[in-house]
Structure formats: structure tokens, C-alpha cells
């Protein structure tokens, strides 16, 4: 098992939209969005479901507390012809609303207008693709299922 997922790897990401429809973006200092504007986001951990994922991610690098409204999309990729890079996107809702931005891997945090991003230009292409985004085209979380005790799962979770 650990050869055949050696190199797959799998991250989440999550917009977070105000009432008055401010995202929450961030600006970080490193890898290939290094000084652009993008959604928080980081890799899931052996120990957790991907909703836990992001709602942890969100937290660390911004300091606002979600709730996982639902899933947007898919974003999937192979970089070098080695490593499948995936990325599930999820709709939060937010519970909190005052920033700290995690000095140590964002230069910024901050709640902004999502077209005056794209006017600026300094951002991820996935940013431009969600501004055609619909909650109707949302997946649902269902949670506190059972698919059987044979596959002695600790958290199950289906989106749709």
C-alpha cells in the first residue's frame, strides 16, 4: 500500500465567504503562489477526514473558525509526470471573523471583495475560476453514516 500511494497526494482548500460576499484570501511566502492571492488551504492528515482537513487549515493559517457548508470541486493534477497532486475544494461558512494571519507561512490574511482581486491580478487561476461559482452546484456533507463495521472505519463522511 505505501508504494502504490507514495506519490499521491491530497489537499484541501476552502472559500470562505462573508454575507457581504468578502472571501477570505491569503497571501503566501512560499511554493508556486508564493506572493499571490489565494484561498487557505494545506495537506490532510493520515488521522482525518477532509472536512476536518480544512476547518483545521483555515484556523491555523488565519485564525477564523468554520464550519464546512460543502464541497465545490475537484482540482487534480500530475506534476512531473511523478506526483498526483489533488485538491478538494470546500464552501465554508465562517464563525469567527477576526484574522491572525500564521506569520510563518503568510506575508497577509484578509477578507476582500473578490473583484477587486481579479482587477488587481495578483492571484491564483483558481480564484478566477470560483467567481462563476453557484451554491446550488454544491455537494452536501452527509455525515454519521455506517457503510459496515467489516471496513472498521473511526469517521465516514459522503459528499453529495
Given at each position: 500500500?505505501?508504494?502504490?500511494?507514495?506519490?499521491?497526494?491530497?489537499?484541501?482548500?476552502?472559500?470562505?465567504?462573508?454575507?457581504?460576499?468578502?472571501?477570505?484570501?491569503?497571501?503566501?511566502?512560499?511554493?508556486g503562489?508564493k506572493?499571490?492571492?489565494s484561498?487557505?488551504?494545506?495537506?490532510?492528515?493520515?488521522?482525518e477526514?477532509?472536512?476536518?482537513?480544512?476547518?483545521?487549515?483555515v484556523?491555523?493559517e488565519?485564525?477564523?473558525?468554520?464550519s464546512?457548508a460543502?464541497?465545490?470541486?475537484?482540482?487534480?493534477?500530475?506534476?512531473?509526470?511523478?506526483?498526483?497532486?489533488n485538491?478538494?475544494?470546500?464552501?465554508?461558512?465562517?464563525?469567527?471573523?477576526?484574522?491572525?494571519?500564521?506569520?510563518?507561512?503568510?506575508?497577509?490574511?484578509?477578507?476582500?471583495?473578490?473583484?477587486?482581486?481579479?482587477?488587481?491580478?495578483?492571484h491564483?487561476?483558481?480564484?478566477d475560476?470560483?467567481?462563476?461559482?453557484?451554491?446550488?452546484?454544491?455537494q452536501?456533507?452527509?455525515?454519521?453514516?455506517?457503510?459496515?463495521?467489516?471496513f472498521?472505519?473511526?469517521?465516514?463522511?459522503?459528499?453529495?
Open positions: 500500500m505505501k508504494e502504490r500511494c507514495r506519490n499521491v497526494w491530497l489537499a484541501v482548500s476552502g472559500l470562505v465567504i462573508l454575507k457581504d460576499g468578502r472571501w477570505l484570501v491569503v497571501k503566501k511566502k512560499y511554493g503562489l506572493g499571490m492571492w484561498l487557505p488551504a494545506g495537506f490532510v492528515k493520515y488521522d477526514t477532509v472536512d476536518k482537513a480544512i476547518v483545521r487549515e484556523l491555523e488565519t485564525g477564523i473558525h468554520t464546512v460543502g464541497l465545490i470541486g475537484v482540482r487534480s493534477g500530475v506534476i512531473r509526470n511523478e506526483i498526483s497532486d485538491m478538494l475544494i470546500f464552501r465554508l461558512t465562517p464563525l469567527s471573523f477576526d484574522i491572525r494571519a500564521q506569520e510563518e507561512e503568510l506575508y497577509e490574511a484578509k477578507f476582500e471583495d473578490p473583484h477587486l482581486l481579479m482587477q488587481e491580478g495578483n491564483s487561476v483558481l480564484l475560476q470560483l467567481l462563476s461559482y453557484k451554491n446550488e452546484s454544491m452536501q456533507m452527509l455525515d454519521e453514516m455506517n457503510p459496515g463495521n467489516q472498521e472505519y473511526t469517521s465516514y463522511k459522503l459528499f453529495l
